[in-house]
């Protein structure tokens, strides 16, 4: 992505976290900030969840931010294991392209993981999302910073995991009163 000059770093964001931070948390209060705000959003962010794991006790969900439809991402496997479930990933993807083409003013698309670094998983929605010229904001492992820069062709913007540093990009980003929160 980085052969296309046109393309502002800053609209290309991850949100470095390490293990034990409530990234989901941060995300879903950020977007509900952005929301009440007027700013329009799309694509999807992980639900948090109260235990860890997969399975009835703590299924592994995404939320359409646009439209608050719930996406699950986990298949049960037997014996209280669980997989990867690529329908609830294709259908994810399918999200964020459309929030790509939509109107939306921030495209979300959760976390970057070992799919997206293996090519996978969210990685066309991701092309098309930053092609479309619209703010793409993502968590991204402290472990795959690497990969992620790889994915963006070493496009993008590092933040903080923390509310205050993701409502000043927001704000340095847009520089307009009707898109700032509180």
């Given amino acids: 992505m980085s052969d296309e000059p046109w393309i502002d770093p800053r609209n290309i964001a ?29 694509g999807v962010i992980h639900v948090p969840r109260s235990e860890p794991g997969c399975g009835p006790g703590a299924p592994l969900q995404l939320r ?13 496997t037997g014996a209280q294991r669980c997989a990867l ?41 991701l092309s098309q999302a930053v092609r ?6 993502m968590a991204v492992r402290r472990g795959m910073v690497d990969n992620w820069f790889a994915a963006t062709g070493g496009v ?6 923390r509310l205050w540093v993701l409502k000043n990009w927001w704000q340095e980003l847009h520089g307009r009163g009707s898109s700032a929160i509180v």
């Fill in 156 to 161: 993008g913007t590092l933040l903080d995991a």
């Fill in 14 to 42: 991850a949100i470095v976290y390490d293990d034990g931070v409530a990234v989901d948390s941060l995300l879903s209060v950020f977007a509900a900030d952005l929301s009440a705000s007027g700013v329009r959003l799309g």
């Fill in 85 to 125: 479930d690529p329908a609830g990933l294709e259908l994810a993807a399918e999200r964020v392209r459309e929030a790509g083409e939509a109107a939306a003013e921030l495209v979300f698309l959760s976390r970057f993981g070992r799919q997206e670094a293996a090519g996978r998983g969210y990685s066309s929605a």
């Fill in 64 to 76: 359409d931010v646009a439209t608050g439809e719930q996406i699950p991402l986990c298949r049960e």
């Fill in 132 to 137: 479309s010229g619209r703010p793409v904001l």
